[in-house]
């Protein structure tokens, strides 16, 4: 079992930028594929990022394409989301997951395969 806790949210003005860090504890971080998610008012949770577990292979929902950049660090226990060029519906709540029990190039997308969740952090772009 792993526990997740999400942070570096905050207000930020359209075109600027965040790094968000979520970090790992528990069972050995490299054993999870990890993916970011986020969830809007009143829409439901998009998938946003994801890395594999050896961090070699990561795959992006084509809205944040080319400005957000997931990445990992094993030996920190921690996965990253630096999102530059930010616009303002790129306002929620995000919450990194961990998905167990995939080889190490594998990326995960569907939230229903994802085993554990943060509580998430709240990002707010303002136009």
């Known amino acids: 079992q792993v526990q997740l806790v999400e942070s570096g949210g905050g207000l930020v003005q359209a075109g600027g930028s965040l790094r968000l860090s979520c970090a790992a504890s528990?069972?050995?971080?490299?054993?999870?594929?990890m993916g970011w998610f986020r969830q809007a008012p009143g829409k439901e949770r998009e998938f946003v990022a994801a890395?594999?577990?050896?961090?070699?292979?990561?795959y992006y929902a084509d809205s944040v394409k080319g400005r957000f950049t997931i990445s990992r660090d094993n030996a920190k226990n921690t996965v990253y989301l630096q999102m530059n060029s930010l616009k303002p519906e790129d306002t929620g709540v995000y919450f990194c997951?961990?998905?167990?029990?995939?080889?190490?190039?594998?990326?995960?997308?569907?939230?229903?395969?994802?085993?554990?969740w943060g509580q998430g952090t709240q990002v707010t772009v303002s136009s």
């Open positions: 997951a961990a998905a167990e029990g995939r080889d190490a190039f594998t990326v995960v997308e569907d939230g229903r395969d994802y085993d554990y």
């Open positions: 528990g069972r050995t971080f490299s054993s999870y594929a």
């Open positions: 890395v594999s577990r050896s961090g070699g292979r990561t």
